[in-house]
């Protein structure tokens, strides 16, 4: 889950976060002020991180944690 709120924020702006009770799930909260645009925004963020797949996502995690430690 860390991998993917990492890079909706990092890539795209978006700042996300899970449940604690239940970390398996992403929680989605936006703001009463949304327009359209950018939902489409949204929407166009997630299949393009979905598309790169999770395995690549949490690779990259990774790499960076590491890189965050040695620093």
Request: one cysteine or more.
């Amino acid at each position: 889950m860390g991998s993917l709120l990492r890079e909706y924020l990092s890539k795209y702006n978006i700042l996300l976060h899970f449940n604690n009770s239940s970390p398996e799930t992403l929680v989605i909260l936006p703001p009463l002020i949304i327009n359209e645009d950018e939902i489409k925004y949204f929407i166009k963020c997630t299949e393009s991180i979905l598309n790169k797949g999770f395995v690549k996502l949490f690779s990259k995690f990774i790499m960076q944690n590491i890189k965050d430690i040695q620093s």
